[in-house]
């Protein structure tokens, strides 16, 4: 471990204590402007490799200016790089970017003889990397199921449809609800959180069950939330 | 009011799913937040100054100017206060030989002041003439001693040639021979010196009248030359260089048979154990430093080590940063000292084991 740790060439060593801790840093620092974009986030432009690199990019800058290390000439060989790479390459998703990123810097690291950040780096860009994909990391997944029917009872009766949901989701959300102008029923569309989304059929079917509810449909939401 | 339906089971693996999605980003910041505060409080405080730890350092520096031999330390040994650590060879026989001409020429001087002496001070001139015939004796000796040095440094040098055949059989027996004259006359020269000795102590003065007279004069300058003699016979012999002080070698001027200047260093010691600590607080002052003020002091080796330590000692003036503690603080070294700082004096932590000249990072604990 040790001579893994005493790879790297320069004037001084590298403290890799303080290596971490920029790197960690970094990631905190990404991962709560990530959630502040998330939770502040309007509009259909929603993109979860966007906030995925909102969390990467940092680290992966920390680790470009340790590497960098004051270095006007190696700013300057990554500069010519991206560039190059940037110029052959259409990169459509900023996720793609942040990976190109990543991969040049750890070159670089490798290329001017700082081997053991460049292993450090990757251990830590590669646990970033898998923790995102793993958590699923700024994938707005609120709700299961989109519901809709029409209640045909009274409205003061529509407690009794919810405890059929209640049983079926952990959250049941009512986003529309449209009653008919002689008011004897009701347009309900409900966002659900399931308990089970194996078991969908058995609430289409106790739902069916149920008095009052007609035209049940149902669409599942993932879909509609990644634009 | 009808009571809620029973929630249907939620298979292990969704819960999961639940959990990995919602929670474990903030058991993940959780954790990144507790590494990165310990990380932080045991690397990223910043020091309110950087200080040397220091030793006590000694030069041992030639008393007169001569020839170093029989040097027998190295570099990093350990050496005791007092400790024999080398010769000095005061200055050459030939010299030797000069310094001891001037001082029978000078004592020849003295004797033929004596002879228009009037006949009531006879008998005390004849012990006065006594004596100095005993120190001219003991300046014949001092004399032979000086060339016996120089025979024996001049057969040693010729043996070796001798031995590759670079010096005749003759010219080195001629050598030895003379040194062994030279040898013998010393030992006869000794001999008499000694027999006479035991008679001048008993013809003593005791200037019981206590006027002062001619003799009293001639008398102190008589002992004056004894002085002088006595210093030129303790020349002959090499002189012990004793180390100062307790500590280990750390820099080793001179070696075998160089020679030096009165006062030029040979060795430089430093104490093996670090007496204080000492830093520059540099202007604007960030603190107003008062004696026994606690500082957090953290080490700059692998790994950090931190303890306590406390102000001991406040300089008054500003002076200027050593090069050493600018280098540390990052700040360009000049030729001529710019930068000015308030020099202060710590404890040094018993627990620390801290080498001289290491650089420490010190951090204000009282507000």
Known sequence: MNALLQGDYGIAPTNFETVLLAMLLAFLAGQFIAWVYMYTHSGISYSRSFVVSLILMPVIVALVLMVLSNNLVTAFGLMAVFAIVRFRNILRDTLDTSYVLAVIVLGMACGTQKFSTAIVGTLVIAAVMIYLWYTSFGHRHRYDLILNLHWSRAAAEIPELERVLGRYSFKAHCANRHFDSDSTGADLSYRLLLRDPERVPDLIRDLGNLPGVEQVSSMKAEDETEI | MTAPLDPVPTPPAHRWRQVRMQYLPLVAFALALGAVAVLWTQWVAPPTLIGEAEADRAELRAAAPGTVTGLNVSLFQAVTAGQVVGYLQPQPPAVLEASLAVIRAEIDVMRATLDPVSGQQRVALDRERLQLDWMGKRVELAALRGQLLQAETT??????????????????????????????????????????????????????????????????AIQQKESELRLAETQLGPQPLLAPIDGIVTQSFRRNGEAVATAEPILALTGAQVNRITGFLRPPLPLDPQRGARFELRTRTQPRRAAVTAITQVGHPFEPVPPTLLAAMHLPVAAQPTDLGLRIQFSVPANLALRPGELVDLIALDP
Do not use: C, W, Y
Request: aromatic share 2%; no cysteine; glycine share 4%.
């Open chain 2, 155 to 220: 057969l040693a040098r010729t043996a070796a040639l001798h031995q590759t055949k670079m010096v005749t059989d003759e010219r080195f027996d001629e050598i030895r021979n003379t040194r062994d004259a030279l040898l013998a006359q010393v030992k006869a020269q000794s001999e008499l010196v000694e027999q006479l000795e035991p008679g001048i102590r008993r013809l003593s003065p005791a200037e019981a009248d206590g006027k002062v007279s001619v003799t009293q004069g001639l008398r102190a």
